[in-house]
RNA sequence: GGAGGGCUCGCAUAGUGGCCGAGUGCGGCGGUCUUGAAAACCGCUUCAGGUUUACCCCUGACGUGGGUUCGAAUCCCACGCCCUCCGCCA
């Protein structure tokens, strides 16, 4: 969401930004209404003033002074009520016209319509050259007992999967590393709420907008959260935090639902695009500076970058274009891990900073020490997020016997194995 | 699911039709005093919208929405949430 002062004050610069995000915003029509309810709210302002007078003045009169002023409340009332009436109804207007104003894109962003346009900024790791022929983590969970995909569909449907043995093991070690490389880096781990009422959705920005894609529980009116960052704005929603209490870091635990309507028939097999996950997430609360923000964002992206590191994963950081980056992000930041079974790199993270987008559509505020109230800023980043990074990990690091090589971070939490 | 109690300024409370956007205590912030601290004393201490360079000023909000009234924190209705007990349950 933006300010609708600061739509007023850049018309241009807004319409731009719609422009090379691909996004439809009217902007002329946002302003429009924007006045008009200013001008509705100063009318109902002054009625309401009036009214108040009437009331005082009640007191002090005589019974012939009290039934004029009776009939003047009454008029004053009428008007009052018609005026309220559509201030509500152009506020509801204008808001619904906000929710859906795109941020302003970073200048460094790469201009394109979509994922083709997005660049690689950067690349750890080669491709590892196999001396067999590698399996795809399907075959290889399943020549391992690892998983079990076709029973799991008896109970899910489609995009199931059941992991087993040593690979609920592993997935757990993942995890237990990223929550341990956060902690040590001062964030508050959290496991979060993932069922999730429809305003936080929308403090979020998933609605409107991507209502399509999110799973939604009818009969209790409730929606199931596709990251923990659902959970985390929830929870901050609607508080003034002290600055001195700032920057605010979580990591963020929770399974994860998509429903992945748009991408039908895309990535089915196995565990690379699934409807049910976990996730570690990064998220940042910090001041409204954009230097400030600009530090967390390379720092959040960093991390991540580490822990693949870690993992001894080949990867490519991408600059993600206007036209992949979504309404809301300043700038993204994806992270493409590689798959040998796919004989290229997939996303396995994304690095976002929103400047006060988010936060102005949650509520997320912070007094400085100055007594001045700020919208703050807010990021968020994949730490590690199963199984479709355990289905990289797996496939990178078999061996011509079907075990996996584990790498060096993840052995303290597998009884110090090396080998699966 | 059944029964009862409750929702007021960070916390605890006062306030049953105009003198209440709201008192008191605690907490927090600033100051006086002090070598420093504590204590004491003084002052400040919710948020949002409009207007404004700023100050000021105007308006709204006592869980939410409606109603009664010239006037509602206070009366009426509906809803939401919290707590306690019973039942059920991981």
Known sequence: MLDIKFIRDNVEVVRKAAEVKGVDFDVD??????????QLQTEVDEGQRLRREIAEQFKGSDPAGREELRARAKANDEQLKANRAELESSRTELRELLLRAPNIP?????????????????????????????????DLLEKRGWADFERARKTAGDRAYALKTQA?????????????????????????????????????GFLPGHADEIYFLER?????????????????????????QLPKQFAGISTCFRREVGSAGRDVRGLLRVHQFEKVEQFVICRNDVEESARWHARLLDTSETILRGLELPHQVVECSTGDMGLGKFRMNDINTWFPSLDTYRETHSCSTLHDWQAR????????????????????????????????????????????????????????????
């Open 29 to 38: 029509t946002t302003v429009a209404l924007g006045d008009k309810v200013r």
């Open 106 to 138: 970073w200048s460094g962003a790469p201009v394109g319509d979509g994922e083709a346009d997005n660049v690689v900024i950067r690349q750890w790791g080669t491709p590892r050259e196999f001396d067999f022929t590698p399996l795809d983590h399907v």
């Open 168 to 204: 609920v093991l592993l997935e757990r070690a993942l995890h237990s590393l990223a929550l341990d490389v956060l902690m040590e880096q001062d964030f508050e781990l959290v496991s979060v709420p993932v069922l999730a009422q429809r305003e936080a959705l929308v403090g979020t």
């Open 220 to 244: 209790d009116n409730v929606f199931l959260a596709g990251t923990a960052e659902v959970g985390l704005v929830g929870m901050a929603s609607n508080e003034v935090i002290d600055a001195r």
């Open 361 to 420: 559509r949650a509520g997320i505020r912070y007094k400085d020490t100055d007594g001045v109230i700020h919208f703050a800023h807010t990021l968020n980043n994949t730490a590690v997020a199963t199984p479709r990074l355990l289905a990289a990990l797996v496939e990178n690091h078999q061996q011509a016997d079907g075990t996996v090589a584990v790498p060096a971070v993840l052995r303290p939490y597998l009884g110090g194995r090396a080998i699966l």
